[in-house]
C-alpha cells in the first residue's frame, strides 16, 4: 500500500466510527422515500471504482480539475441545506410546544364531559331498576305457580299410572300398555331430579319393577308361543297380534331385553339347520353346499309368512336370522374343511366358492345389512353396481360373511393354475420347435405369447373374485415363474445358434496337412482354395433363421410391454398391503435381453458376411495400383451383404422400427471400426518411399462409396426411400469422415516433419499417438524416424493445447488477457502457463475493468509514473473527497 492510502487510514477510521448504522427496514422506508440514482447514494459505494468509471483511462485525467471543482461545489450545497435544516428545527419545536398546550386544554375539557355523562347514565339506571322491580316480583310468582301446577300434573299421571298399567299387566293388554307405559317413563325422567324425596323415590323404584316385570312377562310369552309343546301351568298362549302389541311394548324397555329376546329367537329359528347340517351328516359336505342356501331361502319364506306381521320392520328379525345363518355355516364349514382337507380338490372348491358368492351377492341385494353397520346407501350402490368392469364382483354387503372361510384353502387353487401353466408351458415349447410360418400367422409375434397373457388374465379375473389379499400376491408370484419359463423355455430355446467356434477351429486344423500338400499348385490356385477355406470358416444364419430371430425379438418386445400392463393391473386389484410387494422388474429386464441378445444376433450376422470383403480388401496391393477407375470388388461384396441381409431384417420389424434402428446403429458401431482396423494394414507406399497417390484416391474413392452405402443402409432394397434417422445419419458420416481424413494424412508427404504433423492434427484433432503410429506405419516410415515424428507430435500437440487455452479471439481481449496473465501468473513459460485453469483465464479476459482496477491498484505505481506532478495530486484530492463524503 501507498503512503498516501496509510495516511489517510487514521482518518478513514475514525469517520467509521462515526457512522450511524441504520436498520434494513429504515433503508428501506428512506430508499422509498428519497429515490436517487446518484452511485455515491449506494450503500455499497466504493471509491476505487467510482474513480476507475469518471477515469478509465490516462487520457481521461485531463478533466479531473473540473470534476474536483463540480464536486465541491455539490458539497457547498448539501452543507448549505444541512445549515437551513438545523435552522428550521428550532422554529419547529417552538410551534410544537404551542400545539402540545393546546392538546392538553382540549383533552381536559373533554374529560369533564365524559364524567357528565357517567353521571347522568348511573342516575338513569337507578330510575329504571324502581320502575321494574314490581314487574320481576310478579314474573317469578308466574314460573313458580306453573312449575308447581305441572309437577302436580305428572304425579298425578305418575300415581295413576303405575295403578293401571299393573291392572293391565295381569290383564296382559300389551296393545293398551304402549302409551301409558310411555307416558310414565317421560315422567319418571322427570322426577329423577327429586329422587331425594322419599315418595317419589318409591314411585320411580315402582315404575322400574313394571318394566322388569314386563320384560319377563313378554319373554315367557313368546317361549311359551313359539314352543313346540305348551307349557300346562301357563294356559295363557298370547295369539300373533297379541305378540306384536308385545314387540311394540318391549321396543319402549331396556335395549338389552330386546337383543336377549331376538338372541333366543333367532337360535330357536335356526336349531333345525344346526342339527341337519351337522358335520358327521354327509349333506353338510362342500358338494351340497348349495342345499345350506337352499334351505334358508325356504325358511325365511315360510317365517315372513307366518310371523312377519308380529315383529317391527325396524327390528330386522329376517336380517338377523340371515347374519346368524352365515356366522354358523361359516364355522362349521371352517371346522370340517379343516378335518377333510385331503379331500378337497380344485373344482370342489370352486364350486363351493361360486355358489357361496352368488349366495352372498343375493343376500346384499334383499336385505340393507343395517345390522352389519353398513351405511342405506351402501344397498343402492350395490344394486347399480353389482360388477366390476372386467366381470369381477364387485364389494356386496354380505360379501365374505361365509366366503371368508375359505381363504386360508386357496393355495390349492394356486397349485393348480401352477401346475395349469406348466402344462401349457409345455405345449408352447413343442409349437416352438415347429418351423414358424411368418406368411401365413401373418404376425411376428408368437400366438403362445398372446395364448399366455390371456390366460393370465382370466386367472387374475378369477382369483380377483376369491381374494385380492395373499393368494393374488401367490398368484403374481406363479405369474413371475412362468414369464422366466416362457422367456428361457419359447423365446430363448427357439433363438437359432451359430456352430461354436471350436467346432470350426477344428476343421480348420483336420485340413491344415492338406494344405502344405497344396504349396507346390501355383500361386493363383493355392489363393483360391485358401479363399475358400476362409469363406468356409464365417458362421451364417440362413433367411428364415433371421426371420425367427426377429420374430422372437418382437415377441420380446410384446412382453415386455404386456407385462408392465400386468403389473400395473395386479397392483391395482390386489388390496394395498401387497402393493409394494409386487414387482415384475427382473422379468421385465428379462426380455431387455432377450431383445438386447437378438439384435445382437442379427449384427453379428452381417458382420460375418463382412468379414470375407474386409480380408480382400487388406489383401489388395494397393502400392502397385496404377489407375482410378470405380468401387473395388470388395465395396461392391459389402453392398451386396447389406442388400441380401437388411431388407429380410427391416421387413420382419416392420412393427418395431424402433429396434430395427437400434440394430443398424449397432452394427455401424461396431463394423466402422473394424473397418478403419483394416485401413491402417493397408499398404499405400512404393518401394523408393513415396505415396502411391492412385492407390491412395482409389481407397478413398472406396471409403466414400462404403459411407454412402452405409447411410442408404436402413432404405436398401426398399421401394419406399426412407429417409435414415438422424441420429443415426451423424454417427456415420463422423466415423466414415474420420475414416476418410486417415487416408488424406496418409496421402499428405511427411517432409517437412513440422507441416506433417500440422496437417494430421488438423485432420484429426483428437488422434492418439497409437494411431498416429499406425498411419506412419502405412507410410512405412522406419523406426528411427518414427520416434522423431513422434516426439515432434507430442511437442506441437502440446504447444497447441496451451495456446487453445489461452489465445484470445479479438485484439481487445489478447491485450487484456495478455496484461491478466502476467498480473495473475508472473511468467510466460508453456508449463506454467497450461497449468492456468481455463475457468480464471476465462472470466479474466471478459472483464476488462477488472485488469485496469488492478494496474491501477490504489492510484500509485506506474499511474503515478505516467502523469505529472498536477495529476498525481489531483487524483489523491479526488480519492481523499470520496472518501470524506462517502467513508
Not at 349 to 365: C, D, G, R, V, W
Not at 389 to 411: M, R
Request: glycine residues 4%.
Amino acid at each position: 500500500m501507498s503512503e498516501s492510502a496509510v495516511a489517510v487510514e487514521p482518518e478513514e477510521r475514525m469517520v467509521a466510527n462515526n457512522k450511524i448504522h441504520f436498520s434494513k427496514e429504515v433503508k428501506q422506508v428512506i430508499d422509498k422515500v428519497l429515490k436517487t440514482d446518484d452511485p455515491m447514494d449506494a450503500p455499497d459505494f466504493n471509491t476505487v471504482d467510482y474513480i476507475n468509471q469518471l477515469f478509465p483511462n490516462e487520457q481521461s485525467l485531463a478533466g479531473i480539475d473540473e470534476t474536483i471543482q463540480k464536486m465541491q461545489c455539490e458539497v457547498s450545497l448539501i452543507d448549505d441545506n444541512i445549515r437551513s435544516v438545523v435552522r428550521g428545527q428550532t422554529n419547529t419545536g417552538q410551534d410544537g410546544q404551542l400545539a402540545l398546550c393546546e392538546a392538553q386544554k382540549v383533552i381536559s375539557s373533554l374529560f369533564s364531559h365524559i364524567i357528565d355523562v357517567k353521571t347522568r347514565a348511573e342516575r338513569t339506571e337507578e330510575m329504571v331498576k324502581e320502575i321494574t322491580r314490581d314487574i320481576k316480583q310478579l314474573d317469578c310468582a308466574k314460573r313458580n305457580l306453573t312449575a308447581a301446577i305441572t309437577t302436580l300434573n305428572h304425579l298425578h299421571m305418575l300415581v295413576g299410572g303405575i295403578e293401571s298399567l299393573n291392572k293391565l299387566i295381569e290383564r296382559r293388554s300389551y296393545g293398551e300398555i304402549l302409551n301409558p307405559l310411555q307416558a310414565i317413563t317421560e315422567v319418571n325422567q322427570h322426577f329423577q331430579q327429586f329422587s331425594d324425596i322419599e315418595e317419589i323415590k318409591n314411585l320411580s323404584q315402582s315404575v322400574d319393577k313394571i318394566q322388569v316385570t314386563l320384560a319377563q312377562q313378554i319373554t315367557e310369552d313368546f317361549k311359551e308361543a313359539f314352543s313346540a309343546k305348551p307349557s300346562s301351568q301357563n294356559q295363557h298362549r298370547l295369539g300373533l297380534n297379541q305378540l306384536a302389541d308385545a314387540c311394540k311394548v318391549m321396543s319402549v324397555l331396556d335395549p338389552k331385553v330386546k337383543k336377549e329376546l331376538l338372541k333366543w329367537f333367532i337360535a330357536q329359528q335356526l336349531e333345525e339347520y344346526t342339527h341337519l347340517f351337522h358335520e358327521n351328516q354327509d349333506i353338510a359336505w362342500l358338494d351340497k353346499i348349495d342345499k345350506r342356501y337352499a334351505w334358508l331361502k325356504r325358511h325365511l319364506l315360510d317365517f315372513e309368512d307366518k310371523y312377519g306381521p308380529v315383529f317391527p320392520l325396524d327390528w330386522e328379525v329376517s336380517e338377523r336370522i340371515t347374519v346368524e345363518f352365515c356366522r354358523q355355516t361359516r364355522e362349521q364349514l371352517a371346522q370340517i374343511m379343516a378335518k377333510r382337507t385331503n379331500e378337497i380338490d380344485v373344482r370342489l372348491l370352486l364350486f363351493a366358492i361360486n355358489k357361496t358368492q352368488a349366495f352372498e351377492q343375493l343376500l346384499s341385494k334383499r336385505f340393507t345389512g343395517v345390522t352389519l353397520g353398513a351405511q342405506p346407501t351402501d344397498k343402492a350402490r350395490v344394486l347399480a353396481e353389482p360388477t366390476t368392469t372386467d366381470g369381477a364382483v364387485g364389494l356386496t354387503v354380505f360379501h365374505d360373511q361365509i366366503g371368508q372361510c375359505f381363504k386360508p384353502h386357496l393355495d390349492i387353487y394356486i397349485r393348480s393354475i401352477d401346475r395349469n401353466l406348466s402344462e401349457l408351458m409345455d405345449k408352447f415349447v413343442e409349437m416352438s420347435r415347429e418351423p414358424y410360418k411368418f406368411a401365413e400367422a401373418k404376425t411376428t409375434v408368437y400366438p403362445s405369447s398372446g395364448d399366455l397373457f390371456v390366460f393370465y388374465k382370466k386367472c387374475m379375473v378369477q382369483c380377483n373374485q376369491l381374494s385380492n389379499e395373499q393368494p393374488m400376491y401367490d398368484l403374481a408370484l406363479v405369474f413371475k415363474k412362468y414369464l422366466r419359463e416362457y422367456a428361457s423355455k419359447v423365446l430363448e430355446g427357439s433363438t437359432p445358434k451359430l456352430v461354436p467356434a471350436t467346432t470350426s477351429s477344428s476343421i480348420g486344423k483336420s485340413v491344415s496337412l492338406l494344405t502344405r500338400d497344396m504349396q507346390n499348385l501355383s500361386t493363383a490356385a493355392g489363393q483360391v482354395f485358401h479363399n475358400f477355406l476362409k469363406e468356409g470358416d464365417t458362421q451364417r444364419f440362413a433367411r428364415d433363421d433371421l426371420v425367427r430371430i426377429c420374430c422372437v425379438l418382437t415377441t420380446g418386445e410384446y412382453c415386455l410391454e404386456t407385462v408392465q400392463q400386468l403389473e400395473d393391473k395386479l397392483k391395482e386389484k390386489v388390496t394395498s398391503a401387497y402393493v409394494s410387494k409386487i414387482d415384475m422388474s427382473e422379468e421385465k429386464d428379462v426380455f431387455h435381453r432377450i431383445i438386447s441378445n437378438c439384435i445382437q444376433l442379427l449384427v453379428q450376422d452381417l458382420e460375418a458376411g463382412c468379414e470375407a470383403s474386409l480380408q480382400a480388401m487388406a489383401k489388395v496391393q494397393w502400392q502397385h495400383i496404377n489407375n482410378v477407375g470405380d468401387q473395388s470388388a470388395f465395396i461392391s461384396s459389402l453392398c451386396g451383404n447389406f442388400k441380401q441381409t437388411v431388407p429380410t431384417i427391416r421387413d420382419t420389424l416392420a412393427s418395431s422400427r424402433k429396434y430395427f434402428t437400434q440394430f443398424c446403429h449397432r452394427f455401424v458401431a461396431a463394423f466402422i471400426p473394424k473397418f478403419i482396423n483394416v485401413l491402417y494394414r493397408c499398404k499405400l507406399t512404393l518401394s523408393d518411399g513415396s505415396n502411391n497417390v492412385l492407390g491412395c484416391e482409389q481407397l478413398l474413392l472406396d471409403t466414400h462409396s462404403l459411407k454412402t452405402a452405409l447411410l442408404e443402409l436402413p432404405s436398401v432394397g426398399s421401394s419406399v426411400n426412407r429417409k435414415a434417422p438422424t441420429s443415426y445419419t451423424k454417427v456415420v458420416v463422423k466415423d466414415m469422415t474420420r475414416a476418410e481424413m486417415i487416408i488424406k494424412v496418409v496421402m499428405t508427404p511427411v517432409q517437412p516433419p513440422a507441416h506433417f504433423t500440422q496437417q494430421v492434427l488438423k485432420l484429426l484433432p483428437d488422434i492418439t499417438i497409437a494411431e498416429y503410429q499406425k498411419i506412419l506405419d502405412m507410410k512405412a516410415v522406419k523406426r528411427v524416424d518414427q520416434l522423431q515424428l513422434i516426439d515432434l507430435f507430442k511437442h506441437t500437440a502440446s504447444a497447441a493445447a496451451v495456446s487453445g487455452l489461452i489465445e484470445p479471439t479479438t485484439g481487445e481481449e489478447e491485450t487484456q488477457g495478455a496484461e491478466t496473465v502476467v498480473a495473475t501468473s508472473g511468467t510466460t513459460d508453456d508449463a506454467e502457463t497450461s497449468a492456468v485453469p481455463t475457468e480464471t483465464t476465462t472470466a479474466t479476459s471478459s472483464t476488462p475493468k477488472r485488469a485496469f482496477i488492478f494496474s491501477v491498484g490504489s492510484f500509485t505505481g506506474s499511474a503515478d509514473k505516467n502523469a505529472d506532478g498536477s495529476s498525481q495530486t489531483g487524483i489523491r484530492k479526488l480519492e481523499n473527497l470520496l472518501k470524506k463524503r462517502f467513508p
